[in-house]
């Protein structure tokens, strides 16, 4: 039997708290270990392909990993450390590389003279199997939304051919998110916690949420390795998952304990909020819907197309200039 206690944060080595692990213990990683030497990361270096191993060993199956990764400039080219491990995770360990995800910046690192500037990093989601529970978001407004296709209704049989057909499946208001999701980061962005930003590399918090509610269900186990500034810790309480972390670094750990010092009291209170803006896309999708089988029925033998999108339309899933589009609520929320 573990003997792990939930909701704590270790200040150990990840290897000595997952030693402690029973195998198939955990639902969900979230973490950004440090690579390339980019940062320091108070001096403290770490043992890749050792955690890779055991983190296949403590993941339930079904279990994912969201491995947050970068690569730095070496002699003139990129280091492909990322693709490496991603490598290393499915090739020597067994898991799945389920997608390549992109996490995408407002900003710019820093301005390049020989290349075009670098605003992302890569989200490996690495599957123990196939995922066991997966809650895709639905909040990207769809600018195709109530049409059918480029031309006339049609639908295309089996042989290749067109038929001309009444009427055909619409776009919908909302539809899934791309693979590609972007965050402003940054303090006042990324969260208002202040102390937070002693942490040399921090993530949004909502970008950790939208992980958690993605991949797991409430009392779920979400562990972070490099738990840093406590993002996972904060975001797991805010959504009523238990949380473990490790962190070798005992100035982080003082600073994630009194990030989330108190914070159990509004444990689950991201939830209501959550659900209210899920009824509201679902309330517009159903307005959408009559409005759309409205316009069907009066015009001529039930064909209707709506005005295509003009060139200048924005793009099916743009955040605000805050970095919150579809998530205005959560500015003090943030991640790792």
């Not at 089996?158 to 539809?175: F, I, P, T």
């Not at 269900?217 to 473990?244: C, H, Q, W």
């Not at 914070?263 to 209210?276: E, F, S």
Request: charged fraction near 30%; include cysteine; aromatic fraction near 12%.
């Amino acid at each position: 039997m573990s003997t792990l206690k939930l909701n704590t944060i270790y200040q150990e080595n990840c290897l000595d708290t997952m030693k402690r692990m029973d195998a198939d213990f955990i639902d969900l990683v979230v973490t950004s270990p440090p690579y390339d030497g980019l940062r320091t990361y108070n001096d403290y270096s770490f043992d890749f392909e050792s955690i890779a191993k055991e983190l296949y060993r403590v993941m339930k199956p079904g279990g994912i990993i969201v491995w947050v990764v970068g690569d730095s400039i070496i002699k003139g080219s990129e280091s492909l450390t990322s693709m490496k491990q991603a490598i290393y995770f499915k090739e020597q360990c067994g898991f799945n590389v389920h997608d390549t995800m992109i996490y995408k910046k407002t900003g710019m690192r820093f301005p390049e003279k020989k290349r075009y500037a670098q605003i992302f990093e890569y989200m490996f989601i690495i599957s123990k199997g196939i995922p066991s529970k997966v809650h895709i978001i639905t909040d990207r407004p769809n600018r195709w939304a109530g049409y059918t296709n480029w031309g006339g209704n049609s639908v295309r049989l089996k042989n290749g051919k067109l038929k001309e057909a009444k009427d055909c499946k619409r776009y919908k208001k909302y539809g899934a998110r791309t693979n590609i999701w972007e965050y402003s980061n940054g303090f006042g962005f990324g969260t208002k916690d202040k102390d937070s930003y002693e942490h040399p590399a921090m993530f949004p918090e909502q970008m950790v949420e939208d992980h958690i509610i993605s991949w797991t269900d409430e009392s779920d186990i979400v562990y972070d390795p490099f738990m840093g500034s406590g993002t996972v810790a904060k975001m797991a309480i805010l959504t009523n998952r238990n949380y473990i972390g490790s962190e070798i670094s005992v100035e982080y750990v003082n600073g994630a304990l009194q990030r989330i010092e108190n914070l159990d009291l509004l444990r689950g209170n991201r939830l209501p909020i959550l659900k209210i803006e899920e009824a509201k896309r679902q309330a517009e999708e159903e307005e959408h819907i009559k409005n759309v089988e409205e316009k069907v029925k009066s015009t001529t033998k039930g064909k209707w197309q709506p005005n295509q999108p003009s060139k200048k339309s924005k793009p099916d899933f743009v955040l605000t200039e805050d970095g919150q589009a579809f998530h205005d609520s959560l500015v003090g929320t943030e991640t790792e």
